[in-house]
DNA sequence: AAAATATCGCTATTGACATACCGATATAAA
DNA sequence: TTTATATCGGTATGTCAATAGCGATATTTT
């Protein structure tokens, strides 16, 4: 039919949407919970309370052909997500830094809807390393490099100190890790083909500190 | 989304800037902590890995006149960035939802930075009320309204599971909150006036996994 | 079978932010 | 005193995502 969005489709989604996705993606595993087998854009955008057009054409760009007045299949248009997402496999990460975050990571559950796994966790301090945090052992720093090539690891939770951010991230990317997660409020410069997000908490609460105290 | 209308009053910050303010803070602190007493903005996008131009349109809007080969006054532009985040007196909020991640958030040194503190944390689970974690005092729900008025507190830190995001957000509107710090994937529903800022862990880490899962 | 309607899919416009450019000015050097 | 230079401040351009509008099409209804 259009050969032009086939051609486009793996590097084509926009950032915004990618993070839309997951979601999007919730919503239409209610839908499908609830008997749904067809899913409409503009009820998808009713209920997360999007503008119905930036639904439409996030969907779309999942890939999967919608018909009108139906809607586009279910199971379909979940699995194209899912599959966008790199969701459909489980994806394997280690921990470094188990603080109080890192701590509170490994036992947070919710990750698995992910499909994503903490395989190890690491630390510096000698008073942590041998204790086992919610099911995983806490090694020492000096194991990640082995451990990481050895379960060809490519992705990286940074919950260390601000100062020992970069290190640690070096540490990593010389171990081959190709994404970190980085939760630290230092931005980590890395060479190219390493992806870093970004979790500054301190970031998002100026917004709201900003808001609140303006407004009075 | 449409924090926009609320902040367009005195101030016409973008929101981004103010989302920088904060590693701007950080940088100028120790700037100053190493004897400066005037900042070049040259100078901190070069810290901070920041384009140039960039760090000087967020310096200027703080509205701290600066000087030639000299640069912005050190001690003037920290107050001014602190004053714009709302940082300079301290802030007080509650928090709802004593589960792993809001254990972790009551444990959490660095809030202080921030002025930051957390007054009060409530949690349904009668298990959990009644405890206290790392010296707050865990209460029913049912006290939630009285001291929320009676501290006079603006900002709320949901850490609720998912179905119990939007009820728990009606619960801290109800009583007064300005803001919520949301930790949640639902998207709440909020009266106008009350801004909401997301910490979606899931989002954050979409973006991560389609590009690991992408390139290969 | 024909009309009505809901929904998809495309294109254009708008708006916000980042980037680039250029002039103004205070300090330092000659 | 004069010249050079680094830095600030404003204006203009470009880019990306959100929004708006319109046509196409399949389903339902009469």
Not at 49 to 71: Q, T
Not at 172 to 197: E, K, M, Y
């Amino acid at each position: 039919m259009n050969e032009k969005n086939q051609l486009a489709r793996p590097f084509a989604l926009p950032l915004p949407t990618i993070r839309r996705y997951p979601v999007y993606l919730r919503c239409i595993n209610e839908m499908i919970a609830a008997g749904e087998t067809h899913i409409s854009s503009a009820v998808v955008a009713e209920k997360l309370g999007l503008d119905s057009v930036l639904a439409r054409k996030d969907i779309a760009m999942a890939g999967v052909p919608g018909k009108p007045r139906r809607g586009y299949p279910a199971r379909e248009l979940q699995a194209a997500i899912t599959a966008a997402l790199g969701w459909d496999n489980s994806t394997d990460a280690v921990l470094v830094g188990v603080g109080s975050l890192g701590n509170a990571l490994l036992g947070y559950r919710g990750f698995e809807e992910q499909s994503l796994s903490i395989a190890a966790a690491f630390d510096a301090s000698p008073e942590i390393v041998g204790k086992t945090i919610h099911g995983v052992k806490v090694r020492p720093m000096a194991d990640l490099p082995r451990l990481v090539k050895r379960l060809n690891i490519r992705l990286g939770i940074l919950t260390v100190p601000n100062d020992a951010g970069q290190p640690c991230a070096d540490k990593l990317v010389a171990a081959g890790i190709r994404g970190i997660w980085n939760f630290t409020s230092v931005r980590l410069s890395v060479p190219d083909g390493v992806i870093v997000q970004n979790v500054d908490l301190a970031q998002s609460l100026a917004v709201l500190s900003h808001a609140i105290s303006a407004k009075r």
